[in-house]
């Protein structure tokens, strides 16, 4: 068998993961916030913009469990290297596009590209002991923060140079970090596993079903508790400009201050916070928590009466978001059997995916029929009911849970 990797190698590698993963949103966050203005350009309608922006997390939810099920049985790094490609030919479509087909190409091949996020947590949960999963994990969403942050302003100075040069910067980002990746990033599954994936592997969609077939057995109670925490999640950003222009007067000149300070706080604790407070209280008491926060910062945004109250209130949401969802994602790979990690990985984004197609469309619609704070209560209420599912969630009694298969685990919630 294969030593497992010492403390400094696990360091080192989480830290090359931790980089290509940020350098790879940044390139993403570079040509997102530029789609609308492309668009309109090329007399696109709203609502073909809308399925513009909706194409890349339908393509993700249909490419995730695929790579998760690739990722088990012939390895993280090589699919990782693939997303990164496809990644760097999506930018490059966006770069090239001079007509509305060549956008949606564009984004598809980015949302198939971009369907690994499971991957790479399973990459933690690979190299990672259990003890120290969310920590680590915090710190691989806290890398997205940063390039949140980061790539709007780098199109944003792009964009000076013309319209395809957001899109060229971007794929030669993505080639540099494929290029890094193949260098530093090494493999986190043995042979042995990986044969031992390619011999026993339910099939690709079987963990998917799974999940709507025992919703009460542990790995498919903490999908749905991802899954409906990212649905009212992404339900709150996507009116959040629309609230904030209606009632503040906030403009596209000033908006992007408030995506800095969320993106910020998100970052800051998720990278330096997350790890010690786990590590006093647990995974299972960080999740319930977080559900806790993130309600209550839904709930009070659209009852503050100015702006500077608001500003007081928002780091509510992004503590909440940061307990909740590496936490559950670390629970998730001490759930699942070692075999189906990737599986179960992907099945997570599948199922956040289709929060995230089905949050903006039901989020608008509730904001411009039944008024400009029913989004936040709704979503609130969405977490409200996650929390008291958390609540049913008990530790594992087995000493490593991780062996049990998905299809066989016993129902743990009381």
């Known amino acids: 068998m294969t030593e497992p990797p010492s403390s400094r190698d696990q360091f080192k590698r989480l830290t090359v993961l931790i980089a290509t993963n940020c350098v790879d949103m940044i390139g993403f966050m570079i040509v997102v916030p530029l789609l609308p203005f492309y668009a309109l350009d090329m007399a696109a309608t709203p609502i073909m913009i809308g ?10 939810l249909v490419a995730a469990p695929i790579w998760g099920r690739l990722s088990d049985r012939f390895g993280r790094r090589p699919v990782i290297l693939i997303s990164l490609t496809a990644s760097a030919c999506g930018f490059l479509v966006f770069g090239l596009a001079n007509t509305v087909l060549l956008l949606f190409l564009s984004r598809i091949i980015q949302g198939m590209g ?17 003890a120290q999963r969310a920590r680590a994990l915090g710190w691989l969403s806290a890398a997205t923060s940063a390039g949140v942050i980061l790539g709007p302003a780098l199109g944003s100075l792009a964009a000076h140079w013309g319209q395809a040069a957001p899109g060229f910067i971007a794929a030669g980002l993505s080639m540099v970090n494929v290029f890094f990746a193949w260098r530093w990033l090494p493999e986190s599954r043995t042979a042995e596993e990986r044969s031992a994936s390619r011999r026993e592997a339910s099939p690709v969609w079987h963990t998917v079903w799974q999940v709507l077939r025992h919703p009460l057995r542990p790995v498919a109670s903490l999908i749905w508790v991802y899954a409906v925490g990212m649905l009212a999640f992404a339900a709150m950003t996507s009116v959040v400009a629309l609230y904030l222009e209606a009632e503040f007067g906030v403009t596209a000149k000033t908006i992007g201050y408030f995506f800095v300070y969320i993106g910020a706080l998100s970052f800051i604790m998720r990278s330096v916070l997350l790890g010690p407070v786990v590590d006093r209280i647990g995974e299972y008491t960080a999740m319930s928590l977080g559900t806790v926060s993130l309600a209550l910062g839904l709930m009070l945004y659209p009852l503050v009466p100015n702006l500077w109250m608001l500003i007081a209130i928002m780091p509510l949401v992004p503590i909440g978001t940061a307990l909740l969802f590496p936490s559950t994602t670390s629970l998730m790979s001490q759930h699942s059997a070692r075999g189906e990690v990737g599986a179960v990985m992907g099945t997570a984004q599948t199922y956040a995916g289709l929060s995230r197609v089905i949050a903006p469309l ?5 904001f411009q029929r039944l008024g400009h704070g029913t989004p936040f209560w709704l979503a609130a209420g969405l977490v409200v009911l996650v929390g008291l599912w958390t609540v049913r969630l008990r530790r594992p009694a087995t000493a490593d849970p991780a062996a049990t298969p998905v299809a066989a685990q016993p129902t743990q919630a009381s």
Do not use: C, K, R
């Open 114 to 130: 971009g369907g690994t996020t499971g991957v790479a947590q399973a990459y933690v949960a690979d190299t990672i002991p259990p």
């Open 362 to 366: 039901a989020a608008t619609a509730a």
């Open 51 to 60: 399925w513009i922006i909706a194409s890349h997390a339908i393509a993700q």
